[in-house]
């Protein structure tokens, strides 16, 4: 249901005094909360980032106060509103909170305190299937369609980019060192961190002014809507203190030593070739083509078809060629080429995942600063981007070594790994009163290893004793399978 005020005509009243600061923060104080936006040029955590526009409103208001430009940079006018995003007694509202937090700090070195809400994450726990991006939110609240002035400037800017040859041209569009940094074939960056640099500065102020009123409408909407429900408790005791958590983590990154990671792109190319040669001993083809690749197994090798597509095709996944390499009667030749495939596909992995991105994340202060999405998947689970750290390979190998040896502790520390054991199952056992489940863990046992073990005969024909990392491996599958 849309909300009798709609917001449309409300004031983006632009702050360019000390006195005008003063009087905007202390009417800003006297709400019960305020939301906050931010636009940005560049990467958190580099030199070269910065907040081009700052809106903020009060609860229940119609209009935003706006710092831009060069009201950002001069600190006299800044510092009251610098003074409010600090103080925790303000309660804070805003849109994937935790961007515009480390843009605070990325931008003025400040720490935000005083969550309240984060509406996109209020928005996935009372409907985890919806989509949460804030244009979808304000629809909610009668103020859809503001995005699309943003998009028209940007695309404008596409142009322009596109056909500017000299500097005089990319000066034209807007400041020199980001349109440049742009053009740079060599270093191509996505237009998205510089575009609303480029924007108009009339345009780009109003739509932070909307984006952050909007934000206000939907936060009140949201809380009717968590209003004694559990969900609420949910949002305080649970979300709300992991969303200020993975901030901090976000904002402390992790280390990482830049001639490790080329040391490691460089071995994984090599590895790569190697692997190819192999692959190719009988004649190029195209290592990516599932045709190319079937026609190879089924055809000049004569494999016999274990699997096969929804199609009704001879399958090529990874399954299917563990499944074909674990075949006995395998001729060397067959053998060769099933493990040299199976390598391939392991690398390409980590290569394309690893070796040659995990150099472009790291930031000016040698870090990287992984993004950390508290909804990011089905089950509840954290994921994780830019880079993925949750997904660097395990240990097992020379090169999955390297991979993991890319992140490092400064000098005179040491990293840390700190693992609840088997914290799910226990849970399980905690909420099902399972008391078999319960005597393994009061026992001291390894849970996995227990269940590897009754299942062992079942499942590979072997006796309990014979159970190793492997089969504890694939009965971690059947645990958290069958929760």
Not at 384 to 403: F, G, K, T, W, Y
Not at 441 to 462: C, M, N, P, V
Request: overall charge neutral; proline content about 3%.
């Amino acid at each position: 249901t849309l909300r009798e005020q709609s917001s449309r005509d409300g004031i983006a009243c632009m702050i360019e005094t000390a006195a005008q600061a003063q009087k905007a923060v202390d009417a800003l104080r006297t709400a019960e909360w305020v939301a906050y936006d931010t636009e940005t040029v560049g990467q958190l955590f580099n030199r070269d980032f910065q907040v081009i526009s700052l809106a903020i409103s009060a609860r229940d208001g119609e209009d935003a106060f706006v710092w831009s430009g060069e009201s950002l940079t001069r600190q006299e006018v800044i510092q009251p509103l610098l003074e409010l995003m600090e103080d925790p007694s303000v309660l804070k509202v805003a849109q994937n909170a935790k961007y515009d937090a480390n843009a605070m700090y990325s931008g003025f070195g400040i720490h935000v305190d005083g969550l309240h809400l984060d509406t996109r994450l209020v928005r996935k726990i009372l409907e985890p299937e919806s989509m949460a991006k804030l244009e979808i939110l304000q629809e909610q609240v009668g103020m859809g369609g503001g995005k699309e002035l943003a998009i028209q400037a940007i695309d404008a800017i596409k142009k322009k980019l596109k056909k500017a040859t000299s500097d005089v041209e990319l000066a034209e569009i807007g400041p020199i060192q980001w349109t440049k940094r742009l053009k740079d074939p060599e270093k191509p960056i996505a237009l998205g961190v510089y575009a609303y640099g480029l924007m108009d500065s009339v345009v780009r102020d109003r739509y932070c002014a909307r984006d952050t009123v909007s934000t206000a409408r939907v936060a009140e909407l949201y809380e009717e809507r968590l209003a004694g429900t559990s969900i609420k408790t949910v949002w305080n005791d649970i979300m709300l203190p992991a969303a200020k958590a993975i901030e901090r983590v976000e904002r402390w990154g992790v280390a990482v030593d830049k001639h490790f990671v080329d040391k490691f792109n460089f071995s994984v190319h090599k590895a790569l070739h190697e692997t190819e040669q192999k692959l190719f001993a009988d004649g190029e083809f195209n290592l990516n083509s599932t045709a190319e690749l079937g026609h190879i197994l089924y055809k000049n090798l004569k494999l016999p078809v274990v699997s096969k597509t929804a199609k009704g095709k001879p399958s090529t996944d990874k399954a299917t060629l563990d499944q074909l390499a674990g075949l006995s009667n395998l001729s060397g030749k067959q053998k060769q080429f099933l493990e040299a495939m199976l390598a391939y596909r392991k690398l390409a992995k980590l290569h394309s995942s690893y070796s040659t991105k995990l150099g472009s994340f790291i930031r000016d202060d040698g870090r990287v600063h992984p993004s950390f999405n508290l909804v990011g998947a089905r089950s509840g689970r954290i994921s994780c981007s830019d880079p993925n750290v949750q997904q660097i390979p395990r240990a097992d190998n020379e090169l999955a070594a390297m991979a993991r040896n890319c992140f490092t502790a400064p000098k005179g520390r040491v990293l840390v790994q700190v693992d609840y054991s088997q914290l799910e199952l226990r849970i399980a056992a905690m909420l099902s009163n399972d008391t078999n489940m319960i005597d393994v863990f009061k026992s001291g046992e390894d849970y996995h290893l227990r269940t590897a073990q009754l299942i062992s005969k079942q499942a590979w024909g072997i006796a309990p004793e014979e159970v190793t990392k492997v089969h504890r491996t694939a009965a971690k599958s059947v645990n958290f399978g069958l929760l």
